[in-house]
């Protein structure tokens, strides 16, 4: 099983670009996450969606939006880049929703490492 | 609100022992403990639920004491394939959803020959 599966890899942009980071996972999973992670600040939660249809905002939103588009893919777009947004972005998925939910565990991607120039 | 890990950072020989402790301001439900190997995802160890239950996974194992509001990783006889980030993450408060699982700012554990 591929897992959770994000593309690129690595990006550089420059400033004011946009781009979009996918992510999708073959788990059947019902919530799906997007976090940075930067030196020394440990894992940062960006946006979330509980279940297919609703997406919500975690600790640093600002600068970014997100899109599920369906139950296996939820992307992360990034309107106008700037160097502050240079950092590892992971994409993780968790089968359960709802008040159990908080003991199901994360499974994460390998990453998408962008550069803001 | 970030759970404080300590220490931030552990060099070991390999078969010693280390223990890596993460304490909250607020109420746990639960408690995410989670390695980051250098230039990987992380990757889940386990999860403890409120009652103190310890639970292990190789020769890791840990505690979780909810009156203090903290939990212990225990990692007995190091192997150097223990070397890594170590994360723990917490809910957010009353009805334990993960949905904004929050994660301290890691332990870096070194495993020497």
């Known amino acids: 099983n591929a897992g959770v599966t994000q593309t690129p890899k690595f990006q550089v942009l420059k400033t004011g670009q946009s781009m979009t980071l996918q992510c999708a996972q073959d788990m059947n999973h019902n919530s799906m996450y997007w976090y940075r992670q930067d030196p020394g600040m440990g894992l940062r939660l960006i946006y979330y969606s509980a279940s297919e249809g609703t997406t919500d905002k975690g600790e640093v939103p600002n600068g970014y939006n997100v899109s599920r588009l369906n139950k296996r893919e939820f992307s992360l777009r990034l309107e106008s880049a700037a160097p502050s947004q240079t950092s590892v972005y992971f994409c993780?998925?968790?089968?359960?929703?709802?008040?159990?939910?908080?003991?199901?565990?994360?499974?994460f991607g390998n990453g998408t490492r962008l550069t803001v120039t | 609100q970030q759970p404080v890990q300590s220490p931030q950072a552990v060099i070991l020989r390999e078969g010693e022992d280390a223990v890596i402790n993460c304490s909250s301001s607020k109420a746990l439900y639960s408690v995410h403990w989670y390695r980051q190997k250098h230039g990987e995802a992380p990757v889940f160890l386990m999860i403890?639920?409120?009652?103190?239950e310890q639970k292990g996974h190789e020769k890791i194992s840990a505690s979780f004491n909810e009156k203090k509001q903290q939990s212990s990783l225990y990692l007995t006889a190091s192997q150097l394939s223990y070397s890594g980030t170590y994360f723990c993450g917490t809910p957010p408060g009353s009805g334990g959803s993960n949905y904004k699982l929050t994660f301290g700012k890691g332990t870096l554990l070194t495993v020497n020959p």
């Open positions: 403890l639920l409120k009652g103190g």
């Open positions: 993780a998925s968790s089968q359960r929703t709802g008040p159990s939910s908080y003991n199901s565990p994360l499974h």
